[in-house]
């Protein structure tokens, strides 16, 4: 049964009651981000790249606030191509700075990035292999390639702030 098979009262009802409880109950945010990156999997053909370092994972290497926000850098790899991310914050907002490298020079041509988050999604083109995305909500977010309207890869899902 779908929402088209019942009666026009039944669905006044039942949005009736879906904002009783989006107010006494909402969902929490987490789950909805979580939710986000699960349904990101129906794109099971793109690559997705590994996470190969974290300056953040370092014990000697702390986040340190700045006058320009607190960042880390992380790199993403599938074979001859990464993405390094200087991803920074401050405040509610992020700035996401990056760099796709290819040694094999066949992706970087005529290739877009795509920021996804839960609320956002915007794509640049690439200008010297290189990409910025500002006022970049909290949160997750992951950075997707593509080439020809075709998602070539993607990394995992990383926290802005």
Not at 109 to 126: I, K, P, W
């Amino acid at each position: 049964m779908t929402t088209q098979d019942l009666h026009p009262d039944d669905l006044a009802l039942l949005e009736r009651l879906g904002a009783i409880v989006g107010i006494v109950d909402p969902v929490p945010p987490d789950v909805i981000e979580l939710g986000r990156a699960a349904f990101a999997l129906h794109h099971a053909d793109t690559t997705v790249m590994t996470l190969v370092a974290d300056a953040m994972a370092g014990a000697a290497l702390r986040a340190t606030p700045s006058a320009r926000g607190t960042s880390h850098l992380l790199v993403f790899e599938h074979g001859p191509v990464s993405i390094e991310l200087d991803v920074t914050w401050r405040r509610d907002f992020g700035r996401i700075l990056g760099v796709l490298t290819d040694a094999s020079g066949s992706l970087t041509e005529g290739a877009h990035v795509t920021l996804e988050t839960r609320t956002v999604t915007r794509t640049v083109d690439l200008e010297d292999d290189r990409f910025t995305f500002d006022r970049v909500p909290l949160g997750l977010a992951r950075v997707v390639v593509e080439q020809s309207g075709e998602r070539i890869m993607s990394t995992t899902w990383f926290d802005v702030g």
